[in-house]
């Protein structure tokens, strides 16, 4: 049986930034997709630090600056890589 996917996990003050697709990624990919979609739809940095990430920009800039900043480097980086390796590791054998 498959699990429902977690919509609002914790989130880290920042994100992985190594080439592998790490547990991190997987328990955030649906938060990934909201970074990419907020990130289209030009919506401002500090809206998506509270909403998405549930940090608070007012009380803490510098953290909810660097906490967006690396998940949608993140996200970017899912687009471009993560995605063949998350792929790739649910091949069977």
Same mark, same amino acid.
């Given at each position: 049986?498959?699990?429902?996917?977690?919509?609002?996990?914790?989130?880290?003050?920042?994100?992985?930034?190594?080439?592998?697709?790490?547990?991190?990624?997987?328990?955030?990919?649906?938060?990934?997709? $909201?970074?990419?979609?907020? !990130?289209? %739809?030009? #919506?401002? @940095?500090?809206?998506? &630090?509270?909403?998405?990430?549930?940090?608070?920009?007012?009380?803490?800039?510098?953290?909810?600056? $660097?906490?967006?900043?690396? !998940?949608? %480097?993140? #996200?970017? @980086?899912?687009?471009? &890589?993560?995605?063949?390796?998350?792929?790739?590791?649910?091949?069977?054998?």
């Amino acid at each position: 049986m498959q699990r429902e996917p977690d919509l609002e996990p914790d989130v880290a003050a920042t994100a992985p930034s190594d080439d592998t697709l790490t547990d991190y990624d997987r328990k955030h990919f649906v938060t990934y997709l $909201r970074m990419l979609d907020a !990130h289209a %739809e030009d #919506a401002p @940095w500090e809206d998506v &630090a509270r909403i998405v990430l549930r940090i608070d920009p007012v009380a803490s800039p510098e953290a909810a600056q $660097r906490a967006y900043q690396t !998940h949608l %480097e993140r #996200a970017q @980086w899912m687009t471009r &890589a993560g995605y063949r390796r998350l792929l790739l590791q649910s091949r069977p054998n």
